[in-house]
């Protein structure tokens, strides 16, 4: 069920990407991301709260994970805003197909550490093919033009940053997880300093005043269905799979968004599409048989909270 529910934020984002292809700039794409993530801590703050007012003032507590959810508000914006900072030097799907495709790479090399599990041989195989396809996914789809100079190094150097901050939060996930605590509280509560963040870029450059303020309704409407409702299903998914599973199906993201405008637009590369079979086929040939759920946290102490006493996730 957790894989299923990757999975299931997977095609929806790709769904509704490949869908508004086209008709978004960046401005417009940064603006429907905050309005995602703005309308999480909205809808899923309420939910919170009705489900207080529903079990009264005598039920139990939530398992405290403050400082976990301070540290992955920093990761998660450092995440979004590395990635949309490199858009201005290298093309978006090649940022997109490089950023997914070292999520698997940075797992295993933190699986060195003792900030989270060995990764076995399959992982670091999978790793690096995965690697290889994604790369190639992304200069397939936008060609090398203009991938030499400082800009190409910027680009994919913020790109690296925002691809290891999104194994980092794989592996926050699956520790808020082992501790029991609820991801709806997870993603009202994971997305503040983004949001904002987000908004005063926006304001910086410029692009309050893009096409996309003239349908605020169809932005708001189309950020809950592409980031609102898929990263909570990704977060559910994240707190109940082992990271490396979880970072390797989503290595399929930028090539099942390829695959949606396909769809929605009729282009079509016989090349990129080879490219995207075998990484999704690498992908859910790891899942299947390269790891399991996370394992079950220890006890923790009466009232306290383990989130600044261990690393996220320990090495089993």
Known sequence: MPVLC??????????????????????????????????AAL????????????????????????????????VTAVTFLSFY?????IPSALATGVETAIGP?????????????????????AAAVLVLLGVGCGVRFTGSHGLSGDAAVRGLT?????????????LIS????????????????????????????????????????????????????????????LQAGLQRTDPMVSMVLLTTLPGATYLAETAFHGSFDPGALALICALIAVAVGYARVGGGEPEAAPAAAPGGDRAGARAPAPRA
């Open 174 to 233: 699956a520790e808020l997880g082992r501790r029991g605590v609820d991801p709806v509280h997870v993603t009202a509560h994971r997305f503040h300093l983004t949001y904002l963040c987000g908004a005063g870029l926006l304001v910086v450059t410029g692009g309050t005043d893009g096409a996309w303020t003239t349908d605020l309704t169809g932005t708001l409407v189309t950020g809950l269905l592409a980031v609102t409702l898929p990263l909570f299903l």
């Open 158 to 170: 913020l790109v690296l940053v925002a691809g290891a901050g999104a194994a980092v939060l794989a």
């Open 85 to 89: 900072a490199s858009l201005t030097w």
């Open 105 to 125: 790479a940075v797992l295993a090399l933190l699986g060195l550490t003792r900030f989270a599990r060995r990764v076995p041989w399959r992982g670091w195989a």
């Open 43 to 74: 809808v899923f703050n309420a939910v919170l709260l009705v489900r207080g007012a529903r079990r009264g003032p005598g039920a139990p507590a939530a398992p405290r994970a403050r400082g976990l959810l301070v540290l992955m508000n920093v």
């Open 6 to 39: 990757i999975v299931a934020s997977v095609v929806l984002q790709a769904a509704v990407y490949g869908h508004v292809s086209g008709r978004l700039d960046s401005a417009g794409s940064l603006a429907l991301s905050c309005a995602g993530f703005g309308a």
